[in-house]
């Protein structure tokens, strides 16, 4: 029997684990947190996952429990493999590796028809990716599934399966370095002992939770970025394996970062999850200290730009934005803009409510709402489920999409800094989760999945896709550790 020592705790490395085990190897899960805090960036996200789907028998098929009242009232629509891989390669300016993506693309599916078999529960994103319209719910952007509990239903429940598999994990055991004879990886170094294995799987994501490198590589003012996340990803799992002589690969200098409440811990609370992200901006427009306007809110739906958006607000004065709302789409704002922990203020008039923006130029702000209110265009109508063409021109920079006068009190704003979810950077990789050396050949007894696989992802990323990749590599990485590619 094939020993596999997987290092980690999230989804990628659960996935790999319960997919050696399934090949009969004997499987052991370091992950550096302690229980309380297990399961590494996983836990604390919605739990959305891209996948390809070819409408409501796919959807069916992945959700169970769906009810033939859901179905007959939800437009669930379809996402193709080409719309997917298009969407990959838009994204990412076309930098992404296409052997990478063509892997997670096509075998997305049957990866979550595989975690489903062993009683994964999945449901559809009704609260964060549908709108609805004249009785009919309308999904968008291309993600529809989510995991029953969002990431902590996800983590409990694969934890779950994989311990009733026969999976040995432990908290609080941190792993230090690679073992190493002739060539190949023959173990684990932890603080305490040294830990013998057929096969290593690395899934203990990326160095977003460490200041120093995110100076370094992601550059100056990356240091005092807020963590949406779990503070244990200190780039562990890279440093190893690039001291065994692993290359890397990818984009150091890029990271997935989004509008976080501006005070905000300084790393993610479980407490609150993911809800102190602020993603519903494409309905309104953001400010920052000058008063002035520096993104397309409506550039593209939220799935596609949320990943990038939160640079450009770590990029202005004072590291911070505001996003106001006017009362006609106070309804259709996401739920993390109704939990207590959040910066707004809220006034009858914008005259009022641009004095309320703690570090913003009154005057300005309210000269640029001005401007903004001037240049929408009234006679294309409003959709938020698709991209409407409702603009405001004329205006540096303009609103592409979903744009509406911000004229009907209450007037809503909302305080945003950045928050780092993960880096893009990582470990050169192929497409059986092999790790590959410097020297350009895999390196026997290697793998890695999740967050530390760098090639899959420049400047930007489409939503979803982060679990979906570790779910791809994970289960790929642990049934090639315990019994070899192909």
Same mark, same amino acid.
């Given at each position: 029997?094939?020993?596999?020592?997987?290092?980690?705790?999230?989804?990628?490395?659960?996935?790999?684990?319960?997919?050696?085990?399934?090949?009969?190897?004997?499987?052991?899960?370091?992950?550096?947190?302690?229980?309380?805090?297990?399961?590494?960036?996983?836990?604390?996200?919605?739990?959305?996952?891209?996948?390809? !789907?070819?409408?409501?028998?796919?959807?069916?098929? *992945?959700?169970?429990?769906?009810?033939?009242?859901?179905?007959?009232?939800?437009?669930?629509?379809?996402?193709?493999?080409?719309?997917? !891989?298009?969407?990959?390669?838009?994204?990412?300016?076309?930098?992404?590796?296409?052997?990478?993506?063509?892997?997670?693309?096509?075998? +997305?599916?049957?990866?979550?028809? #595989?975690?489903?078999? &062993?009683?994964?529960?999945? %449901?559809?994103?009704?609260?964060?990716?549908?709108?609805?319209?004249?009785?009919?719910?309308?999904? #968008?952007g291309g993600l529809t599934v989510e995991a029953w509990g969002g990431g902590p239903g996800?983590?409990?429940?694969?934890?779950?399966?994989?311990?009733?598999?026969?999976?040995?994990?432990? !908290?609080?055991?941190?792993?230090?370095?690679?073992?190493?004879?002739?060539?190949?990886?023959?173990?684990?170094?932890?603080?305490?002992?040294?830990?013998?294995?057929?096969?290593?799987? %690395?899934?203990?994501?990326?160095?977003? +939770?460490?200041?120093?490198?995110?100076?370094?590589?992601?550059?100056?003012?990356?240091?005092?970025?807020?963590?949406?996340?779990?503070?244990?990803?200190?780039?562990?799992?890279?440093?190893?394996?690039?001291?065994?002589?692993?290359?890397?690969?990818?984009?150091?200098?890029?990271?997935?970062?989004? =509008?976080?409440?501006?005070?905000?811990?300084?790393?993610?609370? *479980?407490?609150?999850?993911?809800?102190?992200?602020? &993603?519903?901006?494409?309905?309104?427009?953001?400010?920052?200290?000058?008063?002035?306007?520096?993104?397309?809110?409506?550039?593209?739906?939220?799935?596609?730009?949320?990943?990038?958006?939160?640079?450009?607000? %770590?990029?202005q004065t004072g590291q911070f934005a505001w996003q106001v709302f006017d009362g006609k789409?106070?309804?259709?704002?996401?739920?993390?803009?109704?939990?207590?922990?959040?910066?707004?203020?809220?006034?009858?008039?914008?005259?009022?409510?641009?004095?309320?923006?703690?570090?913003?130029?009154?005057?300005?702000? *309210?000269?640029?709402?001005?401007?903004?209110?001037?240049?929408?265009?009234?006679?294309?109508?409003?959709?938020?489920?698709?991209?409407?063409?409702?603009?405001?021109?004329?205006?540096?920079?303009?609103? +592409?999409?979903?744009?509406?006068?911000?004229?009907?009190?209450?007037?809503?704003?909302?305080?945003?800094?950045?928050?780092?979810?993960?880096?893009?950077?990582?470990? &050169?990789?192929?497409?059986?989760?092999?790790?590959?050396?410097?020297?350009?050949?895999?390196?026997?007894?290697?793998?890695?999945?999740?967050?530390?696989?760098?090639?899959?992802?420049?400047?930007?990323?489409?939503?979803?896709?982060?679990?979906? +990749?570790?779910?791809?590599?994970?289960?790929? =990485?642990?049934?090639?550790?315990?019994?070899?590619?192909?």
């Open positions: 029997m094939n020993r596999v020592i997987v290092v980690g705790g999230g989804n990628a490395a659960l996935c790999a684990a319960i997919s050696a085990r399934e090949q009969g190897a004997d499987v052991t899960v370091l992950e550096r947190a302690p229980f309380g805090q297990r399961g590494g960036n996983s836990r604390f996200t919605a739990g959305g996952m891209r996948v390809v !789907y070819d409408g409501n028998d796919d959807m069916r098929a *992945l959700m169970p429990d769906l009810t033939e009242d859901e179905l007959a009232r939800t437009d669930f629509g379809a996402y193709p493999r080409d719309r997917f !891989y298009d969407d990959m390669g838009r994204i990412t300016e076309y930098r992404t590796d296409p052997d990478l993506a063509g892997k997670l693309i096509d075998e +997305s599916f049957d990866t979550l028809r #595989w975690m489903t078999g &062993h009683g994964v529960r999945f %449901l559809p994103m009704y609260g964060r990716q549908s709108f609805e319209t004249d009785g009919r719910v309308r999904f #968008w996800l983590v409990d429940s694969l934890t779950d399966i994989a311990r009733r598999g026969g999976v040995d994990i432990r !908290y609080g055991a941190r792993a230090v370095a690679l073992e190493l004879k002739a060539g190949r990886v023959c173990g684990v170094r932890t603080a305490d002992a040294a830990l013998a294995a057929d096969a290593v799987v %690395l899934a203990c994501g990326g160095f977003e +939770s460490n200041a120093a490198w995110r100076a370094q590589y992601l550059g100056p003012g990356w240091e005092i970025a807020k963590v949406r996340g779990t503070r244990f990803n200190t780039g562990d799992g890279i440093r190893m394996a690039l001291d065994a002589g692993a290359a890397s690969r990818g984009n150091w200098s890029g990271c997935h970062a989004v =509008a976080w409440d501006m005070h905000a811990p300084d790393f993610g609370d *479980l407490d609150v999850g993911d809800n102190f992200q602020k &993603h519903s901006y494409p309905l309104g427009v953001v400010l920052n200290a000058e008063g002035r306007r520096f993104v397309d809110e409506g550039a593209d739906f939220r799935n596609y730009t949320y990943a990038k958006y939160g640079r450009e607000i %770590l990029r789409v106070l309804p259709l704002l996401r739920d993390e803009y109704r939990i207590k922990r959040m910066t707004k203020v809220s006034a009858d008039s914008l005259e009022a409510l641009v004095k309320k923006l703690d570090g913003v130029d009154a005057a300005q702000a *309210l000269a640029t709402l001005q401007a903004f209110n001037a240049a929408v265009d009234v006679d294309t109508p409003f959709d938020p489920a698709v991209k409407d063409g409702r603009a405001a021109r004329g205006i540096d920079p303009p609103k +592409s999409n979903w744009a509406n006068r911000l004229d009907t009190p209450p007037f809503e704003a909302y305080g945003v800094t950045c928050g780092i979810t993960f880096t893009f950077g990582g470990l &050169h990789v192929d497409d059986q989760s092999r790790v590959v050396g410097v020297d350009g050949a895999p390196i026997e007894g290697l793998y890695a999945a999740g967050e530390l696989v760098g090639g899959l992802f420049y400047f930007n990323y489409p939503g979803g896709t982060g679990l979906t +990749s570790g779910a791809v590599f994970g289960r790929t =990485a642990g049934r090639n550790a315990a019994s070899g590619p192909g």
